[in-house]
């Protein structure tokens, strides 16, 4: 433990250390690779998954994805192993593959204890910072149909605005 604070601070341990010549994950974690949903952007990442601790713990970028390398994306031949260790510190910054501040956010949406996990409606004057949680469904109905939502006179919903 001590050895971990001096060496990283409060960041977590690397994912993966290059030892002879060879790539080897940290033990207790799995790495993925998938796709971020969070905007339609839709980049590539990659993830890591903590079995101690049972939960998603980093959201990075996917070095095969075009987005998130700057345009230089690995060919998708490149082994996955090939991949993991031109992501280590040893290969420099060419292959690095980072996400949006958002997309890196992925696992605080997932377990941070603070998150949102209700549709909130505003339920005094703007600026006030009152809010009462609604159903789903109702929050679907009034974003889609308007009407006096607030006590302040009618507003159009989405299907009035929106003709796709
Ligand atoms: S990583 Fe950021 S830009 Fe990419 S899809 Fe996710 S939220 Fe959108």
New binding site residues.
């Given amino acids: 433990m001590q050895e971990k604070k001096i060496r990283y601070g409060l960041a977590s341990e690397p994912e993966m250390k290059k030892t002879g010549g060879t790539v080897e994950l940290r033990p207790g974690i799995r790495l993925g690779f998938t796709?971020?949903?969070?905007?339609?952007?839709?980049?590539g990442?990659r993830y890591r998954y903590d079995e101690r601790e049972g939960r998603l713990t980093r959201?990075a970028?996917n070095p095969y994805c075009e987005?998130?390398t700057g345009g230089r994306p690995l060919p998708l031949s490149t082994p996955v192993r090939k991949a993991y260790e031109m992501l280590t510190g040893d290969s420099g910054l060419s292959h690095r593959a980072t996400?949006?501040?958002?997309?890196?956010s992925?696992p605080d949406v997932l377990s941070d204890p603070y998150r949102i996990v209700k549709v909130l409606k505003r339920a005094g004057k703007r600026g006030e910072n009152k809010w009462h949680s609604i159903p789903y469904e109702q929050a679907l109905r009034e974003i889609l149909e308007g009407g006096d939502l607030f006590g302040e006179g009618r507003v159009e919903g989405q299907s009035a605005i929106c003709h796709f």
């Fill in positions: 796709k971020c949903f969070t905007c339609n952007n839709m980049c990442i959201v970028g987005v998130v996400t949006c501040g958002k997309g890196a992925g």
